[in-house]
């Protein structure tokens, strides 16, 4: 499985410049990108258009060569850097958890999940508490690719390194591929077996 954008164009005023131009990404069933770049560049608007989030203005994003479908589980599955700003504040952490499909509990054990959250209110967690909830959600049986933008960075490294953990065992047991957006150099090359620059993917 390939996902892959072509030409990719985008910007958010139709009159305006372009923010992406031409970008051209390709990332393989089981691989794991990094993509890095300057703040304000668009990392994390790609990663928007990859999650079908928002529409390319030029050029197409395809999965094995098709487009991406427009309805149902979504291929291509998006986990923020701030887990607060990506959960329904008037659900129940059990709902939030179980909004796609239902994590097993050796999912639940990989990332640290306890019980005792799931009755909780999203503000009556911890940032790294609702993250993990937030990676178990986006991991359903039906994502092939996983957008980690800025995944960890807010969180401390003892946590990092337990969510990663997850995240490659499941990306290795289901060849499923990750691009990891970050600043952090030493983290992208622990985990990635490539990086690419935004000015490289880009033909400007
Ligand atoms: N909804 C929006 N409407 C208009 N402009 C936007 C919108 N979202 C982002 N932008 C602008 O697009 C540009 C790229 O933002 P984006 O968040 O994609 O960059 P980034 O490379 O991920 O940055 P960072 O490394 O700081 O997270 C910025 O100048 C930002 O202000």
């Not at 305006?16 to 703040?39: M, Y």
């Not at 800025?150 to 969510?163: G, V």
């Not at 990663?164 to 060849?175: I, K, L, P």
Request: net charge neutral.
């Amino acid at each position: 499985m390939l996902l892959e954008t072509r030409d990719v164009s985008f910007r958010y005023d139709r009159e305006g410049d372009w923010l992406l131009e031409r970008v051209n990404l390709r990332i393989a069933a089981g691989e794991i990108v990094g993509l890095t770049g300057p703040s304000g560049v668009g990392k994390s608007s790609l990663a928007r258009l990859l999650a079908g989030y928002a529409k390319p203005g030029q050029g197409e994003i395809v999965l094995d060569g098709k487009p991406l479908p427009a309805s149902g589980c979504h291929p291509v599955q998006l986990v923020l850097q701030h887990p607060e700003k990506a959960v329904n504040p008037r659900w129940r952490m059990r709902r939030i958890l179980r909004e796609g499909w239902e994590p097993d509990a050796e999912l639940c054990r990989m990332l640290g999940i306890a019980g005792q959250w799931l009755d909780r209110w999203p503000n009556e967690l911890s940032g790294g508490e609702l993250q993990r909830i937030c990676v178990a959600r986006a991991l359903g049986p039906g994502t092939r690719f996983l957008i980690a933008d800025e995944m960890t960075t807010m969180l401390d490294a003892l946590t990092q390194a337990q969510i990663w953990a997850a995240v490659m065992q499941m990306a290795e047991a289901r060849r499923m591929g990750v691009l990891v957006i970050s600043h952090d150099a030493h983290l992208l090359k622990r985990l990635c077996s490539r990086t690419l620059d935004m000015d490289e993917i880009q033909g400007r």
